[in-house]
């Protein structure tokens, strides 16, 4: 017998009511929730012709997008306020134990909190940093552990900025998404994360401003570690103590520097941290980085170098134009990707001719290197050969062997990734970390207790596969959305 139409509509009507009730889908915009426009005075200081303002805008409304809350200049998270001076390093100034997840993009049951806390410079200077917790839905079980604690990683990220809004647990996707914390945290491991000093917090408790000191080795592993420390005393009974220590490119080096400080431990300072710990994972580590692409890495890090050298002044390595560029970065307040357009445009106007006939660039490559003493050992380092055309691969190679030659300090593996580029040195050799922590939890022993070289094959030829990641996951959302994910929205 044929279904009438009334049947029909009785029975839509039915199910209609099984179902739950859909919010009605909105129109979007096609925007990005920023438009910043350069200046009339920013475009003559930077001297930036009409399609380098463009193409900087771009960049920059971009990044502005992708900040949960409208970044660390509008959420009161980064902002202290009243807090009474701190003594030492570890010191947890301010928490929040559960953070409203909605403004960013985390895996579904995966949980975040946020925390400040207090660290040190690379002068010994106490000055406070933020960090961010991400939580899994179920605690990895391994060795001994039971599922009443969450065993623990200590992630260093790579260069994500030099200001404020550069800060990792600002950004949506805490920055490198599912290349490492989020792989992490579905894997069953909790991540604990620095943004490293003067991303996130920019004001002191005296409200003097707190700088980056970028690709400053020191400076960023005592953060990582003093990241940890707090941690550990905001949640003692929800985490181990144990950990496996990781960085990539300029936390590649904090991490490497992070084994460093642990293996010198001056005074016992870090007799606590060395406690628990279990090895290093290391990829594509920053070494030489200055002498690589000094346009663009010499305003980086000259622009805070006087904190180390007082005598030193930015004329030292830059042009007048890259000083003005360097100025307008300061007032963009941008990022990576602007920064290298303001000092690629231009690359051989930006430098002073003679910048690297001052001692500063022979002390401060010296100081800032990971490599080249003694390490807590175990570690590995990953490092593909493509890596921007294959330097980076190269010293590091160099400095794993003269490493090993000169202080040897117990087990050391180099891994090489064949045609693997930066980024994918995460993303080409993920089983084989994963691996490689879950045995060190596991107390499984390493394999030698020697330096060692191996090698990852790819399954298909190269040509074969995607090279890069290409985009961060996008919210372009109307007006009334500013900086914000709607409810259940994508």
């Not at 200077?125 to 623990?152: C, H, I, R």
């Not at 181990?240 to 520097?257: I, L, P």
């Not at 805070?304 to 030193?312: A, E, K, Q, S």
Request: glycine share 8%; charged share 15%; hydrophobic share 35%.
């Amino acid at each position: 017998m044929k279904a009438t139409y009334t049947t029909l509509l009785l029975a839509a009507g039915a199910l209609a009511q099984m179902l739950p009730v859909l919010p009605k889908p909105g129109t979007k915009t096609t925007a990005w929730n920023s438009s910043y426009k350069l200046s009339d005075e920013q475009m003559i200081l930077g001297q930036i012709w009409p399609e380098l303002a463009e193409d900087i805008e771009t960049v920059l409304n971009f990044d502005r997008s992708q900040l949960a809350n409208g970044g660390p200049s509008q959420d009161d998270f980064y902002h202290l306020g009243n807090v009474t001076t701190p003594d030492h390093p570890g010191q947890v100034l301010k928490v929040q134990n559960v953070t409203d997840p909605k403004p960013w993009n985390i895996p579904a049951k995966t949980a975040l909190s946020r925390f400040i806390y207090t660290s040190t410079n690379a002068n010994g200077t106490l000055v406070p940093a933020s960090a961010y917790v991400l939580w899994p839905w179920t605690a990895k079980e391994v060795g001994t552990n039971s599922s009443s604690k969450v065993p623990v990683v200590l992630w260093s990220h790579g260069t994500s900025g030099f200001f404020a809004d550069g800060s990792p647990s600002a950004h949506r996707s805490l920055f490198y998404g599912n290349i490492m914390p989020f792989t992490l945290a579905q894997a069953g491991y909790v991540v604990v994360a620095s943004d490293y000093t003067g991303l996130g917090v920019q004001t002191s408790w005296d409200g003097s401003y707190v700088p980056h000191q970028y690709q400053n080795r020191i400076a960023q592993a005592f953060d990582s570690l003093n990241a940890l420390r707090a941690a550990r005393s905001i949640f003692p009974d929800k985490i181990t103590e144990e950990y496996v220590n990781v960085g990539h490119s300029q936390g590649g080096a904090a991490s490497w520097g992070v084994s460093e400080v642990l293996a010198e431990n001056l005074d016992n300072e870090y007799q606590d941290l060395e406690q628990g710990y279990l090895g290093s994972v290391i990829f594509a580590p920053g070494i030489d980085t200055l002498n690589s692409a000094p346009q663009a890495f010499g305003p980086w890090i000259g622009r805070n170098l006087h904190l180390m050298y007082p005598d030193f002044q930015l004329s030292d390595w830059l042009s007048p134009l890259g000083i003005d560029r360097t100025e307008l970065l300061t007032q963009l307040q941008g990022g990576q990707y602007v920064s290298e357009l303001l000092f690629l445009a231009n690359a051989t106007e930006i430098l002073n001719p003679t910048w690297n006939q001052s001692w500063y660039a022979a002390s401060y490559t010296n100081f800032s290197n990971p490599g080249n003493r003694p390490y807590k050992a175990p570690m590995v380092l990953f490092s593909g050969t493509a890596d921007q055309g294959g330097g980076p691969y190269k010293s590091a190679s160099k400095t794993f062997k003269s490493t090993c030659e000169d202080h040897y300090s117990g087990s050391f593996e180099f891994v090489t990734l064949e045609g693997v580029e930066h980024f994918p040195s995460m993303d080409s050799s993920r089983q084989h970390w994963l691996q490689w922590i879950e045995d060190r939890f596991c107390k499984k022993p390493v394999d030698s207790g020697s330096c060692t070289r191996s090698t990852v094959d790819n399954f298909l030829p190269q040509d074969s596969y995607q090279k890069v990641s290409t985009s961060f996951s996008q919210w372009a959302g109307a007006a009334d959305e500013f900086y914000e994910l709607v409810a259940g929205g994508f």
